[in-house]
């Protein structure tokens, strides 16, 4: 039986996004796999579908062709702004759309949060902007701002959380990719573990964390980070056990020893956190989105995180 402390870190934790590199499936194929996973032992692990704006529709013909019994619920993921000039009327125009569809398809789905990539310069002058237009659609959706964390200094790094906090924006971090280039730092993660925990700033991430624990793989040449470094760092950050100082220890981490689950606790390297500061920074730390639930099925499982005979 999967322990209490790790089911409570890890339940809910993944958005489907199997449209994505580098599963990238058809609109047909990823709408009848998560079908699939919402009926199946690990629902419970999963969230949302992850659907651009701009497919909403193709998403709908689709969606209705498996049933209404249940809502899918949506992460969707706005258009990127090339440009802080830009930017408003990016924001305004996916909004409009996002709330036509929701007027249309109510008993279809639920669009729960909006995602949009910002250029840095949009978190100055023009983020009151910004953030009035994010908060003006009619569907009642949580919204997250991503920036390019990766290449930022720390000072940047926190003041871009900090001001999205301020107005109630979640924040996203991207924590891979295609190819080498595509991984942040353990330094540049951590940074953004801090900074969150310090302006109390929802987050979530996406690619690259396909696996429980930090590793070299070959297909990308270069370390994955791991969702049990990232979420295990961010229990420790948001429960004030660790100094940010030490996040970059956890972050790195590639033995999966180092993590330790029972019914009450986790604990990394005799750093722990109960049950219930775990549920309470999963409110800050909501999850990641993976072209791949069977990949971290596989590594929970060969963990004996999970039994072999529901896989």
Not at 3 to 22: F, T
Not at 142 to 165: K, M, R
Request: with cysteine.
């Amino acid at each position: 039986m999967m322990p209490d402390s790790l089911s409570r870190l890890i339940r809910g934790l993944i958005d489907y996004a199997g449209l994505y590199p580098p599963a990238q499936l058809e609109m047909a194929g990823a709408v009848k796999e998560f079908s699939e996973i919402r009926q199946g032992p690990h629902s419970w692990m999963v969230s949302r579908f992850v659907v651009p704006v701009a497919r909403l529709e193709e998403f709908a013909a689709q969606a209705a062709q498996h049933g209404q019994d249940v809502q899918w619920r949506l992460a969707l993921v706005g258009t990127a702004a090339d440009a802080s000039s830009t930017a408003l009327q990016t924001v305004e125009a996916d909004l409009t759309a996002v709330d036509e569809f929701h007027h249309k398809y109510q008993s279809l789905a639920t669009p729960e949060c909006y995602e949009v990539r910002l250029p840095e310069p949009c978190f100055g002058t023009e983020w009151a902007k910004v953030a009035d237009a994010l908060s003006c659609s009619v569907a009642k959706m949580d919204l997250f701002v991503e920036a390019p964390f990766g290449d930022l200094s720390a000072g940047a790094v926190e003041a871009i959380v900090s001001t999205a906090a301020s107005a109630g924006i979640a924040c996203k971090i991207r924590t891979g990719g295609l190819n080498a280039a595509a991984f942040p730092s353990v330094e540049s993660v951590a940074t953004f573990v801090g900074a969150c925990a310090k302006a109390r700033c929802r987050f979530k991430a996406t690619a690259g964390l396909h696996h429980p624990v930090r590793s070299y793989h070959e297909s990308v040449r270069t370390q994955m980070h791991g969702f049990f470094n990232l979420f295990v760092a961010a229990v420790l950050a948001f429960s004030n056990r660790i100094e940010n100082e030490r996040l970059k220890e956890v972050i790195a981490e590639e033995d999966p020893s180092a993590f330790q689950f029972d019914g009450t606790r986790l604990a990394w390297r005799g750093i722990d956190a109960t049950a219930d500061e775990i549920s309470t920074a999963r409110e800050y730390a909501l999850g990641f989105g993976s072209c791949s639930i069977a990949e971290p099925i596989e590594d929970l499982t060969a963990l004996g995180y999970l039994p072999m005979s529901i896989v």
